[in-house]
C-alpha cells in the first residue's frame, strides 16, 4: 500500500508553532515513529507552503498512490483550487487537521476540501495523522 501525508502552509514549524494548540513535537521526528509503526506500508511525505505545489503533488501521486492525507492548513480554508484539484484526482483524500477546527474561529469552520475527501479527522493532536493511515488498512 502507498499512501502520501501532504502538509501544506506552516506545518513546517511544527514542534515550535503555537505549542499550545499544536504541540511541541516536530513532523519530522512524528514521521520517524509513522515509518516504524507502519512498515508494511510504503509511507511518503511532502511538505509545502505553497499552493500551486500542493496542487501539482496532488496531479502527481493521486492517480498512482492508494491513499492520500492531507492537511492543508490554513489553505483548507481558502482554497477553492485545492478543493478542485482533490475532485479532479482518483486517489481517496482524508482531510486531516491536528486541532479540532470546529472548536475554533468561524473561519476554520469552512472547508473547501471535505466536501470531496473520503472523510475528515480534526482534533487528535498528530494522532489525527495515524487514525488516517489507519483508515485506509
Ligand atoms: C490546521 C488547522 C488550520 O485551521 C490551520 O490554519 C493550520 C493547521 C490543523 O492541523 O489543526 O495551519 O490545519
Redesign the pocket.
Known sequence: MKLIVIN????NLLGSREPE??GVNSFESFYEELKKEFKNIELHYFQSNIEGEIIDKLHEVGFTFDGIIL????Y??TSVAIGDAVKAIKTPVIE????N?HS?EDF?HVSYIAGNAKGVI?GFGLQSYKLAIQSFL
Open positions: 501544506g502552509p506552516n506545518l494548540i499544536y492537511n492543508a492548513g490554513a483548507t480554508h486531516v487537521h491536528i486541532s477546527v475554533r476554520r480534526s
